[in-house]
């Protein structure tokens, strides 16, 4: 499936029924998310609380101190900013299992402008200690965090981007959640792609394969932000010497800066682009239109690709 | 329960009245960091809430949640006095002291301490999910929050009581410590709330005023049926027992000098034994 929004909701329900602790708490944003269809089928276990995000988070908070297991459902840019420190001291200073689902996140969000796009959710989430971040690339891999989130019994953040596109996860019969994986293997270059930035990397990845000079391309694809699975990423950089990773959301302080960081301290001799939204505010649009203005669309990508590979020729 | 409190009793809360307020001294002197103000303030309310509300021997005990979290000296005392906390704690080593236990500000790792808290505004909101959670469970626990009325300024007190209003949670009590003074001056200066009575009333919550110092008038509050969420509107002063101090603004133990630590003891010594800080209106 891939319609994130619709995925966490059906995820939501099935898992309700199985799990008579979790429950669903939302702010003004039921039917807007689809999360109030968890309510019709169990009311008592669903709490609106009107448009106040600060409240919704520490409602949570008593909710997940006496066992609970809250799941915080509303827009991303509101959960994460307006209660961040909500989220910071109520959840995770206490440590607390909850997820956070942030909805209708990254620049894709579109047309409603720059005020509804969450650029920062990923960057402001990985900093908090004791929070799980996941990005998930289409409905199946939103289902597959869902469930990891729960089973990890820690707080997490799941970042719900809008659109609606192919799924890239056949089904998830039979497989459990992988923080990152190998989505294609390479030789090249190392592209690092995360959430639904995926679909977009494998076009990239697509178009300089079947270029007159033709570019061997690894996607490694992140799912979890946080903790960062370097492991992997370090083996193909270390194979490649030749990075680019991509991601919706502000460069600064983003998971592309993380990456080089943490490859320093693998000792890890790459050239590194970081394909990002350079640290401006978004506005209406497709998320096409978007993806193409403010530098993130596949041909931003193969872009990178081919500077990297340079860069790397020329050293 | 009976709502009068015979003088056995009334003589035996006065003296931990006295003795909390001793144990605050100690402690924000060995720290050398904490609020004296605040923390005096909420005492009587405090002891209240432990001697007859909060059972330390029941598994479905209430829940408290102290939302103005640098009151914690007070509230780590009674809870020392209540057997929450050993009674050989040293404050000197665990009181805001590097791998102490005892955090500047509530933390939940303290035995006890139900809510981490510290951060003004937010609390009143985790005890609206601990009533959530406590319905959901199918327990008719009580759910208490001391607030301060400077705390009031902040907005999501507000979301938080509308909630409370909206699903009917009335097992919850807020008590306000309104002692008149906040961070930068007087409330009525710094951000003037004219009618906390009329204000927490519109928004749908039953609303009761008494003496925060009166152990006989706390009872009576807090044992006053309601059906819907119940706020208690306690007056208190600023320093209470401090005599020239009362009333004026907070006393931080960064500012203290050993000498004044020392006329605080005295001051605090010749009030109880003249009766103060408690008379009682039984």
Known sequence: MGNLRAAAVETLINLGKEDPCIVVLTADLGLVTGVSAFGDIYPKRYFDVGIAEQNLVSVAAGLALEGWKPFICTFAVFVT????????????????????????????????????????????????????????????????????????????????????????????????????????????????????????????????????????????????????????????????????????????????????????QFNVKAKIENVAINNVFGESGSACDLFDKYGISSSHIETAIRRVINLRTAK | MNKNLNSVTLKKLNYLAYKVRLDCVDMIECAHSGHIGASFSAVEILIMLYEFFIDRMNPDRARFCLSKGHAAPALYSVLKHYQFLPQNISWKKEFRCINGLLQ???????????????????????????????????????????????????????????AASKFTLDRITAIVDRNGSQGSGYCTEVMPLTNIYQAFNAFGWEVLECNGHDFCELLDALTKPHSKPLVIIASTIKNKGLSNYENKLELYGEKLSKQQFSDFRKKLLRGFKNGEPQSCSC
């Open chain 1, 81 to 264: 900013m307006r209660a961040f420190e909500q989220i910071r001291s109520h959840l995770a200073y206490q440590n607390l299992a909850a997820c956070i689902l942030g909805f209708h996140a990254g620049i894709s969000a579109g047309a409603n402008g720059a005020t509804h796009q969450s650029l920062e959710d990923l960057n402001l989430m990985r900093i908090i200690p004791n929070m799980r971040v996941y990005a998930p690339c289409d409905g199946v891999d939103v289902s597959l965090a869902i469930k990891h989130s729960i089973s990890e019994n820690s707080l997490s953040y799941i970042r719900l981007s809008k659109p609606k596109w192919k799924p890239i996860i056949a089904n998830d019969k039979g497989k459990s959640f992988q923080p990152t994986w190998v989505e294609r293997v390479g030789t090249d270059v190392t592209l690092i792609s995360t959430g639904i930035m995926l679909l977009e990397c494998i076009k990239a990845a697509e178009k300089c394969n079947n270029s007159k000079q033709s570019i061997s391309v690894e996607i490694i694809h992140i799912s979890q932000v946080n903790p960062l699975d370097i492991f992997l990423i370090a083996k193909s950089a270390k194979k490649t010497g030749a990075v680019v990773t991509v991601e919706e959301g502000l460069k600064n302080g983003g998971i592309g800066e993380a990456i080089c960081a943490q490859l320093q």
């Open chain 2, 104 to 162: 500047g500000h509530p933390s939940i790792e303290i035995p006890g301490i139900d809510v981490s808290s510290g951060s003004l505004g937010m609390c009143l909101s985790v005890c609206v999910g601990l009533a959530l959670a406590a319905r959901l469970n199918g327990s008719v626990r009580n759910i208490y929050a001391l607030i301060g009325d400077g705390e009031l300024n902040e907005g999501q007190i507000w979301e938080s009581v509308m």
